[in-house]
């Protein structure tokens, strides 16, 4: 019998986008020979993950998971795509998202290093690599997050939820502080709805990117020109509207939805004197399901009659 080596797993994983444990199976089970190893994924429809690697794949799912590490917390948000809404709804994709953020609580942060984290099947990669050959669809990790805090805790929010700790979009919020852990999380989970509907930009006015600002600024500065205020006038008129832009944008200047009377900042100060403690937020992030991915359209009419014209 050949030997089968991690390269000839590798190099047949590469040809035929099959899991590196069925890649290693299908050499076993044909003596090492690549061809009949191909052939028997084939069969076992299995290499036909890769054949769909090019579908645009911009539904699926978010999820998020997050564990207590005594008075620490870490918490992961991930972004599983697919190419129809549809699949969003199969257990074993569902499952595959919850595995996949689980994942993300301990690997290094971005898609890669999660895809390459350890599983039973192998890696994450290979976990998706298989479920692509069994539903069909296109599938990937396309972004990830995680916080750490040592002291507080990290909330998580999924909103329109399709199932427990899956939905469209998923929110991570982390709080550091001492107190009534708990009662951080209560905190927490409050930010993170509010981040949801409000989709901040930034945590703070010094974290605003300043390229955000500029075009901002642009805009204004022209619009103020068109609406024929005195030139002299215009950047006092355009630095109040900033002003104004920032509060909108910044989570911790924005009115709290809950609440608009107070701003996230006075929230976070009044649930710390409550609690004893100085606490502040340190971070959020908000995915929202398939957003920046160009999804085609399909128009078969349009199509039919392009091809009648060819014809």
């Given at each position: 019998m050949?030997?089968?080596?991690?390269?000839?797993?590798?190099?047949?994983?590469?040809?035929?986008?099959?899991g590196?444990m069925?890649?290693?199976?299908?050499l076993?089970?044909?003596d090492?020979d690549?061809?009949a190893s191909?052939?028997?994924?084939?069969?076992k429809?299995?290499?036909?993950?890769a054949?769909?690697?090019?579908?645009?794949?911009?539904?699926?799912?978010?999820?998020?998971?997050?564990?207590?590490?005594?008075?620490?917390?870490?918490?992961?948000?991930?972004?599983?795509?697919a190419?129809?809404?549809?699949?969003?709804r199969?257990?074993?994709?569902?499952?595959?998202a919850?595995?996949?953020?689980?994942?993300?609580?301990?690997?290094?942060?971005?898609?890669?290093?999660?895809?390459?984290?350890?599983?039973?099947?192998?890696?994450?990669?290979?976990?998706?690599?298989?479920?692509?050959a069994?539903?069909?669809?296109?599938?990937l990790v396309?972004?990830?997050a995680?916080?750490?805090?040592?002291?507080?805790?990290?909330?998580?929010?999924?909103?329109?939820?399709?199932?427990?700790?899956?939905?469209?979009?998923?929110?991570?919020?982390?709080?550091?502080?001492?107190?009534?852990?708990?009662?951080l999380?209560?905190l927490?989970?409050?930010?993170?709805?509010?981040?949801?509907?409000?989709?901040?930009?930034?945590?703070?006015?010094?974290?605003?990117?300043?390229?955000?600002?500029?075009?901002?600024?642009?805009v204004?500065t022209e619009?103020?020109?068109?609406d024929?205020?005195p030139?002299?006038?215009?950047?006092?008129?355009?630095?109040?509207?900033?002003?104004?832009?920032q509060?909108?944008?910044?989570?911790?200047?924005?009115?709290f939805?809950?609440?608009?009377?107070q701003?996230?900042?006075?929230?976070?100060?009044?649930?710390?004197?409550?609690?004893?403690?100085d606490?502040?937020?340190t971070?959020f992030v908000?995915?929202?399901?398939?957003?920046?991915?160009e999804k085609?359209?399909?128009?078969?009419?349009?199509e039919?009659?392009a091809?009648?014209?060819?014809?």
């Amino acid at each position: 019998m050949a030997e089968v080596t991690a390269a000839l797993v590798k190099d047949l994983r590469e040809k035929s986008g099959a899991g590196m444990m069925d890649c290693k199976r299908a050499l076993v089970e044909n003596d090492g020979d690549m061809e009949a190893s191909i052939d028997w994924l084939r069969t076992k429809g299995l290499s036909k993950a890769a054949k769909k690697a090019d579908r645009v794949a911009a539904e699926g799912l978010v999820a998020v998971a997050l564990r207590s590490e005594g008075a620490g917390f870490t918490g992961a948000v991930i972004e599983l795509n697919a190419e129809t809404d549809f699949v969003s709804r199969n257990d074993k994709f569902q499952e595959a998202a919850r595995t996949v953020a689980l994942a993300a609580l301990d690997a290094d942060h971005g898609p890669e290093a999660v895809t390459a984290a350890k599983h039973q099947e192998g890696t994450v990669g290979d976990m998706i690599t298989n479920l692509i050959a069994t539903i069909g669809e296109n599938m990937l990790v396309r972004r990830t997050a995680k916080f750490t805090v040592v002291k507080g805790a990290v909330a998580a929010y999924v909103h329109n939820a399709t199932a427990p700790e899956l939905g469209r979009i998923g929110v991570l919020v982390a709080v550091e502080g001492e107190g009534d852990q708990a009662k951080l999380q209560e905190l927490g989970k409050k930010i993170a709805m509010h981040v949801a509907a409000t989709a901040p930009l930034s945590l703070s006015s010094e974290d605003l990117d300043p390229a955000a600002i500029e075009r901002e600024r642009a805009v204004l500065t022209e619009k103020a020109r068109e609406d024929g205020r005195p030139e002299n006038m215009i950047d006092k008129i355009v630095d109040g509207q900033i002003a104004k832009f920032q509060r909108e944008v910044v989570l911790l200047e924005q009115q709290f939805v809950m609440n608009p009377d107070q701003t996230v900042k006075a929230l976070v100060a009044e649930t710390g004197k409550q609690l004893g403690s100085d606490i502040k937020v340190t971070g959020f992030v908000r995915l929202a399901l398939g957003e920046g991915v160009e999804k085609k359209s399909e128009d078969f009419a349009a199509e039919v009659a392009a091809a009648a014209g060819q014809a």
